[in-house]
């Protein structure tokens, strides 16, 4: 027995900690309405399991909302910005590099090396962003060149213009296709602004949510795995009070087991079915015996009331008789008397008395000898006291360590709630008392909205200028002499000149931003698919011998576990998630925990349960079914009831005769006779005492009615007097071949038996559990669809939002300022059509030439009037190169004038 409890305690004591290390373990892992559970124990050793089921986890509301903000991303513009990254890039990581560094230490990385090889694989991003540069560079020195030549009067600063007959084509063109471009600058523009918007409206928000909804969730998946695990402690306790509740009616148990033996071969059913036949027989004559005392009453009453009857009819019939005379001498008087006097009945109080006891007796007995056999579950239960009281220590003990797990928990728990609380963002700041609160955090979102909005009006302002300035000068253009266009055109030409100012202007600026946010957000695009497919982790950390020592194990494992041995990977874990599998098969518990130890244990104890049986006993030999008091007070009760005095003659003399003549006839006889007279008056006396006859006769046949029930009730008594002696000598027989089968070896190998089976029950409950237990541990425990939730929400959050918001504003910025160089070119030649020139160009024609002698060709030469000279000239009311004013009216070169200023 002492090596049974030991090993029983060394096992108990090992699931012990088994149960309090796997849910510290667990709880390390996950931590940063259960109906009524009433299992049914079963006789074959099953459990029914179905009314226990852990609660389902509720997920924190929100993501629904959070997803709905999908629907306002701007597909298309997305779509343009990251197919231009991967137009230029290809997808994917530096894995090979990746590793090659974690294998040579990041500690000793050779940067240099490290750079040209990232370099080569970012060729298609490093290229463009290296034009970023260029253009960073050279564009002010472009500008500065520019603005020189132009002060030189050249790069189109000279103000004048040749007169072609394509001036207006060139101009109309020139125009279109500055309003082209434009507009595609002004396009680009407003797509900025969508992108402005998709990040500090849209993305913003789902950033928020992202936020609320990951703390959110973190408590509500801890809340719920709290609670699961305090409903596998209850469905425990449950388990344990059942156990408990079989152990402490073992003495019952191991006797049903044993009663089938006890009732076939050891003649117990027979032993019972004898007392019950014998009390029954006791009791039926008892019955009887009252039947029949009713009976005998009824009769006594009612033959007593006949009697008076009949003499009254007879008294009235003979005073008839004597009226009438001669003609009523045929009628007997003496037929009107009972024949057989029932008062003659014998008492039947005492015999009533008597049995009354007897059945008492017989009852008492009875209840002697089951007392007897219900005593061997009390005997069974008194043997295995010191035992089960030490199995109940080691309840105790598992219960004591599950409720110390489960407090860990709850305090684990705790810890997580606070930390949600301390890391939740008050929303306002009368709410924030000094910290930062999100109505703050909205302000600097806003700020950077205006800051983007201020970056995009310095486009609008170009976009303005170029529309502004070919409007001017598009509308109030007038064909003619260049020196003879409008100031308004002549203002238009210098609006679109002091856009090409603000081109020059921001262009370095916007690059700058462009390029920055390029290089930034292009590589962070690179990311987002191997974290969408898990593939980053594929290739990095689950590799085998990843950022641990040697060229084997798994980081995941080291890191969790601190086993690198196991191989756990996050990609298989997220998947797992992904199908809301439990944390058992997400994180691989199966490492720490093997619930064939558990079963290996249960073998165990089997075999301690086994030692058990051997030690049950069951002590047989002070049972006493049958004594010498318990003979001599059966055959008592048979023969002291006085029931064997019964004299059945005596009822059948009293009760076989006709209790009266035949009162039908006499009166007939009596209505013959009445007929017959010719004095109406004794006629007439005669038929009413012939009625009272009738009716004397019905109730005479009513008391014989009884009289033949009451024959009926003795006969049956006289029979069941038989049974009783029958049945009380089978009952002794019994008794006797009970206690003597009881008595011998076989019983008490029964009874081991009995409890062999009984134990095995108990095994086949505690495995029943276990399995019961293994499939809520493996399948049902905290399932892990919220971890792969929070991290699509996390990756969508960074990737489709934030990531893709910042793709498109460097891209529409980017789309801006690179049509910003033929803005400059188109919006400087159209300038020249808009602006009034300083005179204008008109080309002289060459003297033909004569053959003459060479002495006479400089005589005969027409001298050049200086004046004459089409830049030179002076008119007759400026100076040279003056353009010709609005008064002067150009006689000599036939010039209109200007008279209005449109």
């Known amino acids: 027995m002492t090596n049974m409890y030991t090993t029983t305690r060394a096992t108990t004591t090992t699931t012990s900690a088994f149960v309090f290390y796997f849910l510290l373990m667990f709880l390390s892992q996950v931590s940063p309405a259960n109906a009524q559970c009433n299992p049914v124990l079963k006789d074959d050793g099953s459990i029914n399991w179905d009314s226990c089921t852990l609660s389902p986890h509720v997920p924190a509301g929100g993501f629904q909302d959070a997803e709905d903000l999908k629907d306002d991303i701007p597909d298309g513009l997305v779509d343009m910005a990251n197919g231009f990254v991967e137009f230029i890039q290809r997808k994917g990581l530096p894995y090979e590099e990746i590793r090659k560094l974690e294998e040579d230490g990041f500690d000793n990385i050779n940067y240099q090396d490290a750079g040209q090889e990232l370099a080569v694989w970012y060729i298609g991003i490093i290229v463009c962003f290296c034009f970023g540069v260029l253009f960073i560079i050279i564009m002010p020195i472009i500008a500065l060149f520019f603005c020189c030549c132009r002060c030189c009067n050249n790069c189109g600063g000279k103000r004048i213009q040749k007169e072609t007959k394509a001036m207006g084509c060139k101009q109309v063109v020139f125009s279109l296709l500055l309003l082209c471009i434009t507009i595609v600058i002004g396009f680009g523009m407003a797509y900025s602004n969508t992108g402005n918007d998709f990040l500090t409206t849209t993305s913003w928000d789902r950033t928020k949510d992202t936020y609320d909804l990951t703390l959110n969730e973190v408590e509500a998946y801890s809340n719920t795995v709290t609670k699961q695990l305090n409903e596998i402690f209850e469905e425990y306790q449950v388990f344990d009070k ?212 201020g970056i995009t009006c310095s486009i609008l302002l170009i ?269 002794l027989k019994a008794a006797t071949y009970t206690e003597s089968k009881i008595k011998e070896n076989a019983t008490q190998q029964a009874v081991k038996d009995s409890t062999s089976i009984y134990t095995d029950r108990l095994i086949k409950y505690a495995e029943s559990y276990v399995d019961h237990l293994t499939q809520e541990v493996e399948d049902d425990l905290a399932p892990c669809g919220s971890i792969s939730n929070l991290y699509n929400l996390f990756v969508d959050t960074v990737c489709d939002f934030n990531i893709d918001a910042m793709n498109t504003i460097w891209f529409t910025l980017g789309w801006s300022i690179f049509f910003f160089i033929p803005s400059i070119i188109f919006a400087v030649k159209l300038a020249k059509y808009y602006r009034i020139m300083d005179d204008e160009y008109i080309e002289v024609p060459k003297p033909k030439k004569k053959k003459k002698n060479k002495k006479n060709r400089d005589a005969e030469t027409p001298e050049e009037d200086e004046m004459d000279s089409p830049i030179l000239g002076y008119n007759d009311l400026g100076g040279a190169g003056v353009p010709p004013p609005a008064y002067n009216y150009g006689e000599h070169y036939n010039i209109t004038p200007h008279t209005d200023y449109f």
């Not at 039926?284 to 009819?313: G, H, P, V, W």
């Open 463 to 731: 976009v303005m200028f170029n529309i502004g300035g070919m409007a001017m000068g598009t509308f109030t253009y007038r064909r003619g002499s260049p020196m003879d266009r409008s100031k308004c055109s002549n203002a238009g030409g210098n609006v679109l000149m002091f856009g090409v100012f603000l081109s020059f202007l921001f262009f370095w600026i916007l690059m700058f931003v462009v390029s920055v946010f390029f290089l930034i957000f292009s590589i962070s695009y690179q990311v987002c698919d191997p974290l969408q497919t898990k593939e980053l982790f594929r290739e990095t950390i689950d590799q085998p011998g990843f950022l641990v020592n040697g060229s084997e194990g798994s980081w995941v494992g080291e890191t969790l576990y601190n086993n690198k041995s196991y191989n756990v990977s996050i990609a298989d874990l997220l998947e797992s998630c992904e199908m809301n599998q439990s944390a058992y098969h997400a994180f691989q518990l199966h490492y720490l925990f093997d619930f064939n130890d558990v079963y290996k244990a249960v073998d165990d104890l089997r075999e301690e349960a086994d030692k058990l049986i051997d030690e049950v006993e069951l002590d047989t030999s002070d049972f006493e079914l049958i004594t010498e008091e318990l003979e001599d007070s059966v055959n008592k009760i048979i023969d002291d009831s006085s029931l064997n005095e019964f004299n059945i003659t005596e009822y059948q003399l009293l009760l076989n005769k006709n209790l009266t003549s035949d009162l039908e006839s006499f009166a007939k006889t009596l209505n013959n006779t009445a007929d017959n007279l010719n004095n109406a008056t004794i006629s007439n006396q005669l038929y009413s005492i012939s009625h009272d006859v009738t009716e004397a006769d019905e109730q005479a046949k009513a008391v014989e009615a009884l009289m033949n029930e009451l024959l009926e009730e003795a006969e049956t008594l006289n029979e069941e007097i038989i049974e009783i002696q029958s049945t009380g000598n089978e009952t």
């Open 242 to 453: 059942e156990m408990r509740q079989q152990i402490d009616d073992r003495g019952n148990q191991i006797y049903k087991l044993t009663e089938p033996y006890l009732k076939e071969q050891c003649g117990l059913s027979d032993l019972y079915t004898s007392y019950e036949e014998f009390i029954n027989a006791i009791n039926a004559s008892l019955i009887t015996l009252n039947t029949m005392e009713i009976l005998q009453t009824e009769i006594s009453k009612e033959s007593a009331a006949l009697s008076r009857d009949l003499k009254d009819i007879q008294t009235a019939l003979n005073d008839v008789v004597n009226t009438c005379g001669a003609s009523c001498n045929g009628i007997d008087t003496t037929l009107l008397e009972l024949n057989t006097d029932l008062s003659q009945l014998p008492d039947l109080n005492n015999e009533i008395d008597n049995v009354t006891k007897v059945l008492e007796e017989a009852e008492k007995y009875e209840q002697e000898a089951r007392d007897t056999i219900d005593s061997i579950p009390e005997e069974i239960n008194n043997s295995t006291k010191d035992q089960v009281d030490e199995f109940y220590k080691e309840l105790d003990n598992i219960n004591d360590t599950l409720a110390e797990g489960i407090e860990e928990v709850e305090d684990v728990n705790k810890e997580v709630s606070e930390f949600v609380d301390d890391n939740k963002i008050p929303k306002t700041k009368d709410e924030a008392d000094g910290d930062i609160s999100i109505e703050e955090m909205d302000e600097y979102v806003d700020y950077v909205k205006y800051g983007f909005i």
